[in-house]
């Protein structure tokens, strides 16, 4: 059976900081700065890093931009392989997008359909002056034409590799791991 081991760690806790402060400087810099914004975080992982950029602009800008959360579950274009009775989640915009630049979160940007479907999802909200992305890691291998606007860390891997993210909102850890696949000796 095969199992996943830890192979390296791209970024501990400071690190994971260092990129969302960089990040949230970034989105001020592009966007002259925080008018309009909203943030979107895609559950799971995209929401406490998208809380995390929100606050680190709260403490350079002295405001904090609304954070909404995305449950794309039914939007993904592999729904029927995923269970019979998929979970949904709420989807909760603290304001309407119509006419915000909108700043959608996720931890890694992989073959860009997560964010297909995010931008599915966004658009049946209503429409947004802008849609930028913002990951944390970027590990390449896309499917589609999509693009990050800002990246915590562009890391390229092999497509047997999985990228975990691990926050400690989430998981209890804060690391970003490559890990491979093994068979079980």
Same mark, same amino acid.
């Given at each position: 059976?095969?199992?996943?081991?830890?192979?390296?760690?791209?970024?501990?806790?400071?690190?994971?900081?260092?990129?969302?402060?960089?990040? @949230?400087?970034?989105?001020?810099?592009?966007?002259?700065?925080?008018?309009?914004?909203?943030?979107?975080?895609?559950?799971?992982?995209?929401?406490?890093?998208?809380?995390?950029?929100?606050?680190?602009?709260?403490?350079?800008?002295?405001?904090?931009?609304?954070?909404?959360?995305?449950?794309?579950?039914?939007?993904?274009?592999?729904? @029927?392989?995923?269970?019979?009775?998929?979970?949904?989640?709420?989807?909760?915009?603290?304001v309407d997008i119509t006419?915000?630049?909108?700043?959608?979160?996720?931890?890694?940007?992989?073959?860009?359909?997560?964010?297909?479907?995010?931008?599915?999802?966004?658009?049946?909200?209503?429409?947004?002056?802008?849609?930028?992305?913002?990951?944390?890691?970027?590990?390449?291998?896309?499917?589609?034409?999509?693009?990050?606007?800002?990246?915590?860390?562009?890391?390229?891997?092999?497509?047997?590799?999985?990228? @975990?993210?691990?926050?400690?909102?989430?998981?209890?850890?804060?690391?970003?791991?490559?890990?491979?696949?093994?068979?079980?000796?």
């Amino acid at each position: 059976m095969p199992v996943l081991i830890d192979k390296t760690v791209l970024m501990d806790a400071s690190g994971i900081r260092r990129a969302l402060t960089r990040i @949230s400087h970034e989105i001020l810099e592009k966007n002259k700065g925080m008018e309009d914004i909203v943030l979107v975080g895609i559950r799971t992982r995209g929401v406490p890093i998208a809380e995390r950029i929100a606050k680190s602009i709260e403490s350079i800008e002295g405001k904090r931009p609304p954070v909404g959360i995305l449950d794309i579950t039914l939007y993904r274009d592999d729904l @029927s392989t995923l269970s019979y009775q998929p979970i949904v989640h709420p989807t909760e915009l603290p304001v309407d997008i119509t006419g915000k630049h909108v700043v959608l979160v996720d931890d890694v940007l992989y073959t860009g359909r997560t964010i297909r479907a995010a931008l599915d999802a966004l658009i049946d909200m209503g429409r947004p002056k802008s849609i930028q992305l913002a990951v944390l890691i970027d590990r390449g291998h896309r499917e589609l034409p999509i693009r990050a606007d800002y990246v915590g860390k562009n890391v390229p891997t092999s497509s047997h590799e999985l990228v @975990s993210v691990q926050l400690n909102a989430t998981d209890g850890l804060e690391k970003v791991v490559i890990r491979e696949r093994r068979e079980d000796a």
